[in-house]
């Protein structure tokens, strides 16, 4: 049985889940490129039926990033929640043209965060690089990056927190007033789950 949220916070899903939101999230983009609508699906996994927040990012195989959105409400169940965001991060992420044709599939490696509940921090000691992501609110503004980014970029906590508020359009500053919380994520792509 798999939870999202144990007592240090992490997500956890069963292999077998994974492998199932990754072929989801995969046909799930052939088929909207291919009729412009979601399959449906019978989920029983207790995994993929909580509702949870999650990011899908998608790389061409070069590892060059070609999409990546995310939803932080917790309204829908996890593999519903990872359908759009599949779809989001193929056509809406305003960083990229949409991808279009079906055939660019086979260039691209779907990687999928599954996040847990956020918890606001009093301290910035209470981040962890590489464990923790950030999202900062202040204002009507916010921003949010996962936790793999910092570890990705060989950053520091002032370097984050730097980051966060620059991704929030704020002054890099900004996170010494603002409300910050931290996540931390269940990471897994096409390339290191079997």
């Not at 990012?57 to 759009?84: A, N």
Request: proline share 6%; glycine share 6%; charged share 25%.
């Amino acid at each position: 049985m798999s939870t999202l949220s144990t007592e240090n916070d992490t997500p956890v899903l069963t292999d077998d889940e994974k492998r199932l939101l990754l072929r989801i999230a995969r046909e799930t983009l052939a088929s909207y490129l291919t009729t412009g609508r979601l399959p449906a699906y019978h989920v029983e996994q207790p995994g993929l039926l909580q509702p949870a927040a999650a990011f899908v990012t998608l790389h061409r195989r070069d590892g060059e990033l070609r999409g990546c959105i995310g939803r932080l409400d917790v309204s829908e169940p996890l593999y519903r929640t990872v359908q759009e965001c599949a779809v989001s991060a193929a056509t809406r992420d305003y960083r990229f043209p949409p991808v279009t044709d079906p055939a660019e599939l086979d260039d691209l490696v779907i990687e999928i965060s599954a996040l847990s509940p956020f918890r606001r921090v009093r301290t910035i000691d209470e981040i962890k690089v590489g464990k923790h992501g950030l999202l900062i609110r202040y204002g009507a503004a916010s921003g949010l990056l996962l936790p793999q980014v910092a570890s990705e970029r060989g950053w520091d906590r002032d370097q984050f927190l730097r980051a966060v508020c620059m991704k929030a359009g704020l002054p890099s500053d900004a996170w010494q007033k603002a409300d910050l919380s931290v996540f931390s994520a269940e990471v897994f792509s096409e390339a290191t789950t079997g």
